[in-house]
C-alpha cells in the first residue's frame, strides 16, 4: 500500500498527502486490511500489481528486463488474486480495457487509425483471455449464469444475516431477496442502491447497537459529506487535480461503479460489506480528495 501511495505521489506530486490518506489512513481500509486475514493478502497484491501497473505512467526508461519483471508480478499476484478475491483483479482488468479504449477513442479524435486499431485489438484481446480464463478455471461462471449467481449468493446471506444488518432491495414494494431476482431489470433497478450502499452504508443511525458501526457510520458521513462537495464542485465545473488525466479517471470510475454494483448485489451484509469493500475505497477516496483538494490550499493552483 506504501508503494501504491508512492507511485501516486510520483504522478500527482500535488496529490501526495491525499494518495497517503486514501491508501495509508483511511481509517476502515487500515482496520479491515491489518489483521490476519484474506484481505491483508489480498489488499497486498492488489496494491503491488496497480502500482506497477501505473508506473507505466511515469517518464523514466524502462529496459526489456523492466517489462519482462512486470509481467512475471503481474502473473504472480494475479494468481494469488485469483485464489483470494479474483473480484479485485476482474475490476483492474476492467480498468485497464478501460482505459485502452477511452485512449483509443481519443487517438480516433486525432485520426490516428494505426494506433486506435492496435489498442482497440488489445482492448478485446486481454479481456476476452482474462474472462475466458476465469470461465475454464471455473472462478467465474458464464455470463448467462452470472446474473443467477449473483441473486443465489445474495439469498444465502440474506437468510443469514439480522434484518437490521442488510440492504433490503426492493421492487414494486417488495423487499429482500424474494424480490431481488436475476432478471435485468430487476438487477438495474436495485444498482443505484447497491453501489450506494457499498460506498456510504451503514449510516449513523443504521447501527443497530454495535460500536464498530457506529464508527463505520461517522466515517461514512465523512466520506458521504466530501462526495457532495465534490459532486458540487463539478457541476459547477471547477477545475480538478485530476483534469489532465481523462482515461485513467474514466477507467477509476468505472472500476468503482462496476465493482461496488456488483459487490452490493451479491452481498447484502453491511458486516461483510465493510470488509470486502477496502478494494474499493483506496480508488473511491482519492477520486473524492482529488476534486476537494483545491479547497484545502490557500490557492488553488491552476492545471492547465
Known amino acids: 500500500?506504501?508503494?501504491?501511495?508512492?507511485?501516486?505521489?510520483?504522478?500527482?506530486?500535488?496529490?501526495?498527502?491525499?494518495?497517503?490518506?486514501?491508501?495509508?489512513?483511511?481509517?476502515?481500509?487500515?482496520?479491515?486490511?491489518?489483521?490476519?486475514?484474506?484481505?491483508?493478502?489480498?489488499?497486498?497484491?492488489?496494491?503491488w500489481l496497480l502500482a506497477r501497473l501505473l508506473t507505466y505512467f511515469l517518464p523514466f526508461a524502462k529496459p526489456r528486463a523492466y517489462h519482462l519483471l512486470s509481467l512475471g508480478l503481474l502473473v504472480m499476484w494475479g494468481m494469488l488474486l485469483i485464489e483470494l478475491r479474483i473480484y479485485f483483479l476482474i475490476g483492474i482488468a476492467g480498468a485497464v480495457g478501460a482505459y485502452i479504449f477511452g485512449s483509443a477513442i481519443s487517438l480516433a479524435s486525432r485520426a490516428n487509425y494505426s494506433k486506435l486499431l492496435f489498442k482497440g485489438v488489445l482492448a478485446l484481446g486481454l479481456g476476452g483471455l482474462l474472462l475466458g480464463l476465469a470461465i475454464r478455471l471455473h472462478y467465474l461462471p458464464p455470463p448467462a449464469r452470472l446474473m443467477e449467481a449473483l441473486v443465489h449468493s445474495h439469498n444465502k446471506m440474506y437468510i443469514k444475516s439480522r434484518p437490521d444488518d442488510l440492504i433490503h432491495y426492493s421492487v414494486a414494494g417488495g423487499a429482500g431477496y424474494i424480490t431481488l431476482n436475476s432478471k435485468v431489470s430487476s438487477l438495474l433497478i436495485n444498482s443505484p442502491t447497491a453501489l450506494f450502499s457499498v460506498l456510504y452504508?451503514?449510516?449513523?443511525?443504521?447501527?443497530?447497537?454495535?460500536?464498530?458501526?457506529?464508527?463505520?457510520?461517522?466515517?461514512?458521513?465523512?466520506?458521504?459529506?466530501?462526495?457532495?462537495?465534490?459532486l458540487f464542485r463539478l457541476f459547477l465545473g471547477q477545475k480538478t487535480a485530476l483534469r489532465q488525466a481523462g482515461p485513467l479517471v474514466g477507467a477509476a470510475c468505472l472500476y468503482v461503479v462496476v465493482l461496488g454494483i456488483l459487490m452490493g448485489l451479491s452481498t447484502p451484509n453491511f458486516g461483510t460489506l465493510a470488509r470486502y469493500r477496502i478494494g474499493i475505497l483506496p480508488v473511491f477516496v482519492f477520486l473524492v480528495l482529488a476534486q476537494v483538494w483545491p479547497l484545502f490550499k490557500r490557492k488553488a493552483p491552476s492545471y492547465e
Do not use: D, Y
Open 201 to 230: 452504508r451503514p449510516l449513523v443511525w443504521e447501527h443497530g447497537g454495535s460500536r464498530l458501526k457506529q464508527v463505520l457510520g461517522i466515517e461514512n458521513l465523512l466520506l458521504l459529506g466530501l462526495s457532495g462537495i465534490a
Open 1 to 47: 500500500m506504501w508503494l501504491l501511495a508512492n507511485t501516486l505521489a510520483r504522478l500527482f506530486p500535488h496529490l501526495a498527502l491525499a494518495a497517503a490518506l486514501s491508501c495509508l489512513f483511511w481509517p476502515s481500509l487500515v482496520f479491515f486490511s491489518a489483521g490476519l486475514c484474506k484481505e491483508s493478502l489480498a489488499m497486498g497484491a492488489w496494491a
